[in-house]
């Protein structure tokens, strides 16, 4: 059932993900109305010893943004307890069942049913302790009803072996229905439209093929480094870090076949057969980079070969998209900061303007920032000659949407996880063959075969990865 009592328990309530992402997406939902007081209750545990006032003001800075919502976050901070422990120790995770236990008696709308949200801002390497912990001491067990969910964050894993050994951990004590891997791009709006521009839209339908489509690119950029971060990016490097995930996760939206319906299943089921498409990479259509300085982060090493970019193409091996080049394309400290899928079309067969080479169609989706879609289109230059200008057709959210408060991802996908929709969550036979993707070319940069090059730090990119992308046959067009 979905109503009665939800108790969301965030372990590692003291981390940065869940002062940054978890906590001000939960007090977002509850300003919202999602998480009602008389039936909700929030509970961080974590190794560090602490007060539930002390967690409380750990938290309230993050979640201010700098607007006056003074009652309403105190009222929000009031549902917050705090429970410490170990996350591999009987007691602890006993005194968070009392905790939950004693939420769930008092709470008169619940009839007897529970909801138990357990949200792992942890690193993986506990994932299984922690799982074992709950399972043994923290699963609902009011027989009237209710759930036990778990949701966890990515890296899930290294690679492929690491991957499917944490999947078989997890997998031993809870069901799939139960496991949400977080993939917070799922979460973004415009990643969420993508299948609704794909199919519900007769312009796209009989475009969207090898006939018309000459490539295709995902692109991730940022406009810093790893500040801070270096520790942890250092051992995982940006294909683990952006491309296996959030980009492969657009690919997928991109490049899969329509589902039966939208329901979660069969949108995965789809995303599932377009990885199992996807050919081997090729070693040559892979550039990797490292931005100048980046080792002279104490935490990294200086003879690091880790890449902070990344260009890698993928071919997928079916009758829609057979030689139609996939251009994943991610990197730090670069120019800008900018995700977008940007599909270019074929030129025009036998084209009596001779304009082509102001440049071809292009259908642009930018996920952030300033989302929007537009097609970039040859039209008449106004006036009263008879030539051809580039221009587009524009769909800028923030003309068109102006009164529209766009949510956080976080947002959205937690909020998912309470009312059970699987959709935007990645299932674990997806996660298998993504990892089987890319497993071969990380083992060969993890062994130092595959060399990064360097970059300057607010450049475009190594330029090998142009003269890669023109080779998969993009060619550069005017406008924007
Ligand atoms: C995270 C990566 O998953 O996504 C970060 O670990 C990256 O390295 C971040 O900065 C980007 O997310 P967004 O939503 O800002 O594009």
Known sequence: PDTGCLSIIVLGASGDLAKKKTFPALFNLYRQG?????????????????????????????????????????????????????????????????????????????EGSARRLFYLALPPSVYPSVCKMIKLYCTNKSDLGGWTRIVVEKPFGKDLASAEQLSSQIGELFDEPQIYRIDHYLGKELVQNLLVLRFANRFFLPLWNRDNIDNVQIVFREDF??????????????????????LLQVFCLIAMEKPISIRPEHIRDEKVKVLQSVEPIKEEEVVLGQYE???????????????????????????RWEGVPFILKAGKALNSRKAEVRVQFKDVPGDIFRCQKQGRNEFVIRLQPSEAIYMKLTVKQPGLEMSTVQSELDLSYRQRYSGVTIPEAYERLILDTIRGDQQHFVRRDELKEAWEIFTPLLHRIDRGEKK??????GSRGPTEADELLQRAGYVQTHGY
């Open 225 to 246: 480094g790893t500040e801070g971060r270096g520790g942890y990016f250092d051992e995982y490097g940006i294909i683990r870090d952006i491309i296996q995930n959030h």
């Open 34 to 110: 999602f998480l009602p007081p008389d039936e909700v209750h929030i509970f961080g545990y974590a190794r560090t010893k602490l007060s539930d006032d002390d967690l409380r003001d750990r938290i309230r800075g993050y979640l201010s943004h700098g607007k006056d919502n003074g009652e309403e976050l105190s009222k929000f901070l009031q549902l917050i307890k705090y429970v410490s422990g170990a996350y591999d120790a009987e007691e602890g995770f006993r005194a968070l069942d009392k905790a939950i236990f004693e939420h769930e008696v008092s709470t008169k709308s619940s």
């Open 293 to 319: 300085g980046y080792t002279a982060d104490p935490t990294v090493p200086d003879n690091s070969n880790t890449p902070t970019f990344a260009t890698v193409i993928l071919r997928i091996h079916n009758e």
């Open 452 to 457: 990064t090059v360097l970059y300057k730090p």
